[in-house]
């Protein structure tokens, strides 16, 4: 029973990360694609200032995440890094750049070292999300067992390549909907409509994304493919659908209000529902939740820490949030955003 609670946190947290955290990597995606300098500078100065207050913060979900599959779910954790350990490796490495870059390239001067720096946060921003997710591909197809060798058909294989372009082009939909609201907020017109663009079309990729991916799993990992058409795992299915019919509904609308909401639902469900669809299964269908949990004293005493954590953290993250989504962090002027080029091209 307690095994069963741990993990529904375990995906919970990894929920709240791809929200979180993924939001920070769509930023990261339109940084890369927003084009050369003079056309880019506007967005990406919105950019700089939409993940300044909050971008560190996302991290703890991740940390939160690692701690809970070391002590609650040891044999999962080891069979996971025994097996993924280069795509989490090239993930971490990600992480570290992409901070390194964000941090390093606003305060310099001069233009070289900017589009440098500038250049490895963004395209960390477009490969950690990818091998995080291809990561979980493997989990869920099944591939990541006790007798696995590291190899890169462990994360290279249909599944997973599906779910790390489907990690991407979340993260860019869940980034240019909080951009397009935080242009909104600046009374800047003109990035709204350019990040509203953006979301719709990563919308898109999404939906078709989705779809081939379930095809995909009909074949390579049956018994998610199962669990995403049946119970629990269907139901968060249609949630997502529905969240994502919203979203393109109120990106259509011009107060825009609310999309923000449905887009975190858009993938807080889609985690959700792989999570629902492996059950009973940390490694469909090698090893259960039951075989891969800790001792039962351990699991005890994970589950008061995680309490009395979520209990100090949640409402300090909630804050954070709140204090930024509502202007209470600002460090920029509307003067700051309107100089400059247009933004509106491309």
Not at 12 to 18: G, M, P, T
Request: glycine residues 10%; charged residues 15%.
């Amino acid at each position: 029973m307690i095994a069963g609670v741990i993990a529904v946190v375990l995906l919970l947290a990894i929920a709240a990360y791809a929200c979180g955290g993924g939001t920070d990597y769509g930023a990261g995606f339109w940084d890369l694609v927003a084009g050369g300098a003079e056309r880019g500078d506007r967005p990406r100065r919105l950019i700089d200032h939409a993940m300044e207050p909050v971008w560190e913060v996302n991290n703890v979900w991740l940390i939160f995440v690692l701690v809970i599959m070391w002590t609650g779910f040891p044999v999962f954790f080891q069979q996971v890094f025994t097996t993924m350990w280069l795509p989490l490796a090239l993930a971490a490495v990600g992480i570290v750049l992409r901070g390194a870059g964000f941090a390093l390239r606003k305060p310099l001067r001069r233009p070289a070292g900017r589009r440098l720096y500038g250049a490895v946060f963004a395209v960390s921003s477009l490969l950690t999300p990818f091998f995080l997710g291809a990561a979980a591909g493997g989990v869920a197809s099944g591939r990541v067992t006790a007798t696995t060798t590291a190899s890169t058909d462990v994360w290279a294989n249909p599944t997973s390549l599906l779910f790390g372009l489907l990690a991407i082009a979340a993260t860019a939909a869940l980034g240019a909907v909080f951009l397009a609201a935080d242009a909104r907020r600046f009374a800047a017109p003109d990035l709204d409509r350019y990040f509203r663009r953006r979301a719709l079309g990563a919308l898109a990729a999404v939906a078709v994304l989705a779809v081939v991916t379930l095809f995909v799993t009909h074949g390579d990992a049956p018994h998610v493919w199962h669990g995403l058409t049946h119970g629990v795992g269907l139901f968060f299915v249609i949630v997502a659908v529905l969240a994502t019919l919203a979203t393109a509904w109120l990106l259509n609308r011009p107060s825009g209000a609310w999309s923000r909401v449905t887009a975190v639902g858009v993938v807080a469900s889609a985690v959700i529902a792989w999570g629902m669809a492996q059950r009973p299964y940390l490694v469909p269908t090698s090893l259960t939740v039951a075989e891969g949990a800790g001792a039962h004293t351990t699991l005890r005493w994970l589950a008061f820490v995680t309490l009395v954590a979520l209990v100090l953290v949640i409402p300090a993250v909630a804050l954070l949030y709140w204090l930024d989504t509502h202007g209470e962090l600002e460090g920029l002027t509307d003067a700051d955003l309107r100089r400059g080029g247009a933004g509106d091209e491309g």
